[in-house]
T-cell receptor, first 114, second 114 residues
């Protein structure tokens, strides 16, 4: 079984400031890692994913995340946020040998203010 | 290529009524996943279906909930005799093959039980 912990439920940030969203996971088997974004009243959109290889993963909209196996973390970062980045962000994991069932964290609400 | 289509987007039901939620996967996708998002929580897996088969229903409540994905037509999530605790956003995702590392999400159906 896996579990995903998003350490911050809400992150306020000023426009053009950097942001980091923290995600820790636990699993007894190999996993793939994902970050999704959910804009108000919308579905989930994939930001980026880690499958293997380089531990620094670049995604859409200027986001990147770093996989740290020893700390079982997959933190999401953006060097300069925009008002339009206001949304809820979900970290998720799935077993590498599974059919694709995702285990989600509780989400982090990012609120960007001018 | 239209994305994953869910309808209705909003559904209001009185306690004891039935709710039917529909999901049309992306063209060429034969794998469908249903997730439920309770207020202030992340998404929880409910069921995974392929055409005419339920592959994994480990997240489905034992009573009142059922799902199908017929050979023709959309996938249906049915909730009988709804209760207030069923109020949530229900998301459908689809993928073209089993184990694909990217599932595409619909915009969800927001069910309110009054």
């Amino acid at each position: 079984a896996q579990s995903v912990t998003q350490l911050d439920s809400q992150v306020p940030v000023f426009e053009e400031a950097p942001v980091e969203l923290r995600c820790n996971y636990s699993s007894s088997v190999s996993v793939y890692l994902f970050w999704y974004v959910q804009y108000p009243n919308q579905g989930l959109q994939l930001l980026l994913k880690y499958l293997s290889g380089s531990t620094l993963v670049k995604g859409i909209n200027g986001f990147e995340a770093e996989f740290n196996k020893s700390q079982t973390s997959f933190h999401l970062r953006k060097p300069s946020v925009h008002i339009s980045d206001t949304a809820e962000y979900f970290c998720a994991v799935r077993q590498t040998d599974s059919w694709g069932k995702l285990q989600f964290g509780a989400g982090t609400q990012v609120v960007v203010t001018p | 290529n239209a994305g994953v289509m869910q309808n209705p987007r909003h559904l209001v039901r009185r306690r004891g009524q039935e709710a039917r939620l529909r999901c049309s996967p992306m063209k060429g996708h034969s794998h469908v996943y249903w997730y439920r998002q309770l207020p202030e929580e992340g998404l929880k897996f409910m069921v995974y279906l392929q055409k005419e088969n339920i592959i994994d229903e480990s997240g489905m409540p034992k009573e009142r909930f059922s799902a199908e994905f017929p050979k023709e037509g959309p996938s249906i999530l049915r909730i009988q005799q709804v209760v207030r605790g069923d109020s949530a956003a229900y998301f459908c995702a689809s993928s073209p093959i089993q184990g694909d590392t990217e599932a595409f999400f619909g915009q969800g159906t927001r069910l309110t039980v009054v």
